[in-house]
């Protein structure tokens, strides 16, 4: 049961449904990534939205990372609570989190992931220049930027014609530190040491990420990944910046500099959503930053820049207001302002067959109530998580929504919420909880927040269905009914509620033991999955979209198979609507182009390297297909053209109808990897 707390000590006066849910031991914790779970919050990562000056106090040290701009939309920054025993265990630390929050005395607070105290260097100055680092030999014509995780940064397709380095500086974000540094937190590796570690390690890239602390057992946000074949990070670095045979694609010039920033392993562990941006937006931060110091050293304005950014999540707001979002819009536009060839790539997702979106509009209703379902299956060793999105700048009167559990489960888990404000909780965005409980023990938390004091959101928790992960209780497995009831305050003529379940699949390199739920139309018989059914219910595919990718400035790029010209059948999607008329329209998010995903029917994916250099392996989904895009942009602002040069126009004659436009956008990349000559065979796949 979810203990009482006084006023100083309660999370969720500070914060907000995820943070309730993930740090307090009665509710999330246990079932939460290695980082929380198992680790102290000592030191943690956050972010303060708002204007406003950060201050830390005698117990609270305060760093902010290298930024490009001093005044940002967002703040990231790391604290360390010197009150806090590391080692008096997980019971109270949600009260301890709340006093430490309440000491800073701001705004409004986003609490993050924490990171482990190793990696936290004894002296921090976030103006110096990175011991050891050198200057390019020539000035970088482009910039590539790659946030990724395990990223081989001694491969040899990061190697100018001399055998020197491109990777100009690398930053391991949940490295062990060194004792004085210019990056917060983690380790930041220079285009020097890269080549001192090939110069005194050769072709023993394993022991020299070991003497890096890129390999490290010990610390579960490094681990051993870079022990393994093949990464995510290492297979998009390879396409966006890499000359290989195995990338099987025109090699970029020695001027192209490269940028690095291996994120924590929770980034890919944690599916919620939850605990990440504050590592996303440090990780831009510090590419600008690293970008215009290197042009500095030039005497020189900015240097055209292009990031790729390989990563999402499927829940969110999908209208670009979220924090991380309106962040990074900020960061490109005051950017382009300096230098106009600046871009971030992202992918729009991978999830457009997996039934993990709902659009209810006011026909799908029956007396103001709409009815679906969400199936929990078995053998779930993560947590699972459901957002609701009410429309924008909607106070609903009198909306609830009652939560019904399996057949079978103990009638005392249906739970219903009043989506308004809690008035004992007075601070930060209005936001009321409920949990759901069976025999004393908690198994979901219920909530509804006014997300950013500007649209209200129902959120469903529920901890992990397997039963041997030693904390006594579980969620029941099954068809969970969820019931919006809005018949005090009916839904007007063009409004519409959005349902997005969280990935929450299995990212083989890590083994989280996740399996993924899915949305169920409880009031329209289910279609066949090869083809999308002629009329549109309202679980689809259509708003099947990374969630963090929605941004105006950001270049969104979607799938397609190069031998049928036709979308990736999981390539997500804008979302469309249904006009008075009946007809379709794109109404919001639509890719700025689709570029290649998949080479055919029986070569699913796109090739790439390994981890390791001579090595090579094959990945499928959306993240390659921007990865690709990033590659051409970068290659055009090297000849002198705009970030657009040579993509296709897709419709020169006539816009296609909402279900193609939306999943294609206007324009095609053209294929630019793995058209080599004599490309060697890949090896395994890897599915993102």
């Known amino acids: 049961m979810f203990p009482h707390r006084h006023d100083d000590e309660r999370i969720d006066k500070y914060t907000g449904p995820y943070e309730r849910w993930i740090f307090s031991e009665d509710l999330g914790r246990p079932f939460a990534f290695p980082a929380i779970r198992k680790g102290s919050s000592s030191h943690i990562t956050a972010l303060m939205e708002g204007e406003g000056k950060l201050a830390g106090t005698d117990d609270i040290e305060i760093r902010i990372p290298p930024l490009w701009n001093e005044h940002p939309e967002v703040t990231p920054f790391a604290m360390w609570n010197k009150a806090l025993d590391p080692d008096g265990g997980p019971a109270h630390e949600d009260a301890e989190l709340a006093r430490c929050l309440n000491a800073l005395n701001g705004t409004r607070y986003r609490l993050n992931m924490p990171i482990d105290p190793v990696t936290w260097p004894a002296s921090y100055d976030p103006t110096a220049t990175p011991e050891g680092w050198q200057k390019p030999k020539v000035k970088p014509r482009v910039i590539i930027g790659v946030i990724d995780d395990g990223i081989p940064f001694l491969h040899r397709a990061f190697r100018d014609a001399a055998g020197d380095t491109r990777i100009n500086l690398c930053w391991l974000q949940a490295a062990r530190a060194d004792t004085s540094a210019a990056v917060p937190f983690g380790c930041e590796i220079t285009n020097t040491r890269i080549d001192q570690l090939r110069a005194q390690y050769g072709n023993q890239e394993v022991r020299a990420y070991k003497a890096a602390h890129a390999i490290d057992a010990d610390l579960p946000e490094v681990d051993t990944v870079l022990m393994h074949h093949a990464t995510h990070g290492a297979h998009i670095a390879g396409i966006a910046a890499g000359n290989d045979p195995y990338v099987g694609a025109a090699d970029l010039p020695d001027d192209a500099a490269v940028i690095a920033v291996q994120l924590p392993n929770t980034i890919a562990w944690d599916t919620s959503g939850?605990?990440?941006?504050?590592?996303?937006?440090?990780?831009?931060?510090?590419?600008?930053?690293?970008?215009?110091?290197?042009?500095?050293?030039?005497?020189?304005?900015?240097?055209?820049?292009?990031?790729?950014?390989?990563?999402?999540?499927?829940?969110?707001?999908?209208?670009?207001?979220?924090?991380?979002?309106?962040?990074?819009?900020?960061?490109?536009?005051?950017?382009?302002?300096?230098?106009?060839?600046?871009?971030?790539?992202?992918p729009t997702g991978n999830n457009f067959a997996n039934d993990m979106h709902a659009r209810f509009a006011p026909g799908d209703l029956n007396h103001g109530k709409v009815r679906f379902g969400w199936q929990l299956k078995p053998d779930d060793r993560t947590s699972s998580y459901l957002e609701i999105w009410l429309p924008p700048d909607r106070d609903p009167h009198g909306w609830t929504v009652t939560?019904?559990?399996?057949?079978?489960?103990?009638?005392?888990?249906?739970?219903?919420?009043?989506?308004?404000?809690?008035?004992?909780?007075?601070?930060?965005?209005?936001?009321?909880?409920?949990?759901?409980?069976?025999?004393?023990?908690?198994?979901?938390?219920?909530?509804?927040?006014?997300?950013?004091?500007?649209?209200?959101?129902?959120?469903?928790?529920?901890?992990?269905?397997?039963?041997?992960?030693?904390?006594?209780?579980?969620?029941?497995?099954?068809?969970?009914?969820?019931?919006?009831?809005?018949?005090?305050?009916?839904?007007?003529?063009?409004?519409?509620?959005?349902?997005?379940?969280?990935?929450?699949?299995?990212?083989?390199?890590?083994?989280?033991?996740g399996q993924q739920s899915h949305l169920v139309d409880l009031s329209y018989p289910k279609p066949p999955r090869v083809f999308e059914p002629p009329t549109?219910?309202?679980?689809?595919?259509?708003?099947?979209?990374?969630?963090?990718?929605?941004?105006?400035?950001?270049?969104?790029?979607?799938?397609?198979?190069?031998?049928?010209?036709?979308?990736?059948?999981?390539?997500?999607?804008?979302?469309?609507?249904?006009?008075?008329?009946?007809?379709?329209?794109?109404?919001?998010?639509?890719p700025a182009a689709t570029a290649t995903a998949d080479q055919g029917w029986f070569r699913p994916g796109l090739p790439s390297i390994g981890v390791l250099s001579g090595s090579g392996a094959r990945i499928v989904g959306t993240s390659a297909a921007a990865a690709t895009a990033t590659r051409l942009i970068a290659l055009n602002f090297i000849a002198g053209e705009p970030a657009w040069q040579g993509f296709t126009e897709l419709y020169s004659d006539a816009v296609p109808d909402a279900r193609t436009l939306s999943r294609t956008g206007l324009y095609r990349v053209p294929p630019v990897c793995g058209t080599a000559p004599k490309q060697p065979q890949e090896q395994p796949f890897i599915g993102v």
């Not at 670009?320 to 960061?331: H, I, K, N, T, W």
């Not at 103990?410 to 759901?436: H, Y």
């Not at 992960?469 to 969970?480: C, E, I, S, Y």
């Not at 010209?565 to 979302?575: E, F």
């Open 536 to 590: 549109l219910t309202p679980v689809r595919g259509f708003g099947c979209l990374n969630g963090i990718g929605t941004a105006s400035s950001v270049l969104r790029i979607a799938g397609y198979m190069q031998s049928t010209q036709k979308p990736s059948g999981y390539s997500g999607s804008a979302s469309i609507a249904v006009g008075a008329d009946g007809t379709t329209f794109v109404d919001a998010n639509l």
């Open 274 to 346: 939850f605990g990440k941006e504050m590592m996303m937006l440090s990780a831009i931060e510090y590419i600008f930053n690293r970008a215009r110091m290197i042009a500095q050293a030039f005497d020189s304005p900015e240097i055209p820049l292009v990031i790729n950014f390989s990563y999402g999540w499927s829940a969110n707001r999908h209208d670009g207001q979220s924090s991380f979002e309106r962040a990074v819009d900020a960061l490109i536009t005051d950017r382009r302002k300096e230098q106009p060839c600046t871009e971030l790539v992202m």
């Open 403 to 513: 939560v019904t559990p399996p057949e079978g489960s103990p009638v005392e888990l249906q739970q219903s919420i009043l989506v308004k404000a809690d008035p004992l909780i007075e601070d930060g965005d209005p936001r009321r909880f409920v949990e759901l409980e069976t025999g004393g023990k908690n198994i979901g938390q219920l909530s509804a927040d006014k997300h950013l004091g500007n649209r209200w959101r129902v959120m469903l928790a529920m901890i992990p269905t397997a039963g041997n992960l030693g904390a006594g209780r579980r969620t029941p497995v099954g068809l969970w009914a969820i019931e919006i009831d809005t018949q005090h305050d009916p839904l007007n003529a063009g409004e519409h509620i959005d349902v997005w379940v969280q990935r929450d699949d299995d990212p083989t390199q890590l083994g989280t033991g």
